[in-house]
């Protein structure tokens, strides 16, 4: 056990509609990394947020939106969800900001968009 | 040129054998290595976790590090069923943390 928590674990959802996902750091964590999984992708950077704020940007959509809250739990929100959406969503957190230490990650999200 | 490169496999190997993977990358700030292991589409774990040149190990896992190349290395001696999975490299560096696609492995017996 890693100590990041996911929630949910799965998801099924229409074309259109708008998801939130959510995660917990392990505790003491200031950072909060979201990943994208799909089939036959590696693992694509989404965002960085550090002790509240945003540090970092990856290949993250305008329909995709997150935000780290004062308890650091973060919230990845995906909206107007296509059908290539679908795939595993990773958060990872780590002790700063990404400063040269790793990183450990949640079991993931899966999210179905039918 | 992407930041990191990895051969995404697949790699197949019979049991005992000896895995080899590896990594280049384009960063020069990077200074921390470190290779994740995933399973079945769970969330990665950290496997090893080094610092700079050289090498270190950790049972049957041994990690390089050739920042003079760029190169990193991951080998897995007395290889085993159970370490068939999906191995990712991953570096960090000036606020940075980057990973590689994933090599996926499996050992058969």
């Known amino acids: 056990d890693s100590g990041v928590t996911q929630t949910p674990k799965h998801l099924i959802t229409a074309t259109g509609q708008r998801v939130t996902l959510r995660c917990s750091p392990r505790s003491g964590d200031l950072s909060v990394y979201w990943y994208q999984q799909s089939l036959d992708q590696g693992l694509q950077f989404l965002i960085q947020?550090?002790?509240?704020?945003?540090?970092a940007k990856g290949n993250i959509l305008e329909r995709f939106s997150a935000q780290q809250f004062p308890d650091l739990h973060s919230e990845l929100n995906l909206s107007s969800l296509e059908l290539g959406d679908s795939a595993l969503y990773f958060c990872?957190?780590?002790?700063?900001?990404?400063?040269?230490?790793?990183?450990?990650f949640g079991q993931g999200t899966r999210l179905t968009v039918v | 040129q992407k930041e990191v490169e990895q051969d995404p496999g697949p790699l197949s190997v019979p049991e005992g054998a000896i895995v080899s993977l590896n990594c280049t990358y384009s960063?020069?700030?990077?200074?921390?290595f470190m290779w994740y292991r995933q399973y079945s589409r769970k969330g990665p774990e950290l496997l090893m976790y080094?610092?700079?040149?050289g090498n270190k190990e950790d049972g049957r896992f041994t990690a390089q590090v050739d920042k003079s190349s760029k190169y990193i290395s991951l080998f897995i001696r007395d290889s085993q069923p159970s370490d068939s999975a999906t191995y990712l490299c991953?570096?960090?560096?000036?606020?940075?943390?980057?990973f590689g696609k994933g090599n996926q492995v499996v050992v058969i017996p």
């Open positions: 080094t610092y700079s040149s």
């Open positions: 991953a570096m960090s560096g000036n606020n940075r943390l980057a």
């Open positions: 960063n020069s700030a990077f200074q921390y």
């Open positions: 990872a957190s780590s002790p700063d900001g990404g400063r040269n230490t790793e990183a450990f």
């Open positions: 947020y550090y002790n509240g704020e945003e540090r």
